[in-house]
């Protein structure tokens, strides 16, 4: 069973850095999409980051230049740093892995932006 479990959310002030980890209990991991995604009260679920095995990486418009998505395959972990937080970056964070054709998803971890 693939377990991913997500670290490092909290509350920050508005300008604020946090690091998000996702550790991956598999060795999919090497071979996996890996990305974040967010969930805001009363929103959608939206991909803020992904990157590939080959490290391909994409960035929602809305985190460019603020947030990197970083991954460390001798670890199975990915990390988000996301840099100049603001409050609209509210929300449930969560890890996400495709491999060979099968997502799956972290519990999430809360990411609070407010003074």
């Known amino acids: 069973q693939v377990q991913l479990v997500e670290s490092g959310g909290g509350l920050v002030q508005p300008g604020g850095s946090l690091r998000l980890a996702c550790a991956v209990s598999?060795?999919?991991?090497?071979?996996?999409?890996m990305g974040w995604y967010r969930q805001a009260p009363g929103k959608e679920r939206e991909l803020v980051a992904t990157?590939?095995?080959?490290?391909?990486?994409y960035y929602a418009d809305s985190v460019k230049g603020r947030f990197t998505i970083t991954r460390d395959n001798g670890k199975n972990t990915v990390y988000l740093q996301m840099n100049s937080l603001k409050p609209e970056d509210t929300a449930v964070y969560y890890c996400?892995?495709?491999?060979?054709?099968?997502?799956?998803w972290g519990q999430g971890t809360q990411v609070t932006v407010s003074s």
């Open positions: 996400n892995a495709v491999a060979m054709l099968k997502g799956y």
């Open positions: 598999e060795s999919i991991f090497s071979i996996a999409t």
């Open positions: 990157i590939s095995s080959g490290a391909h990486i």
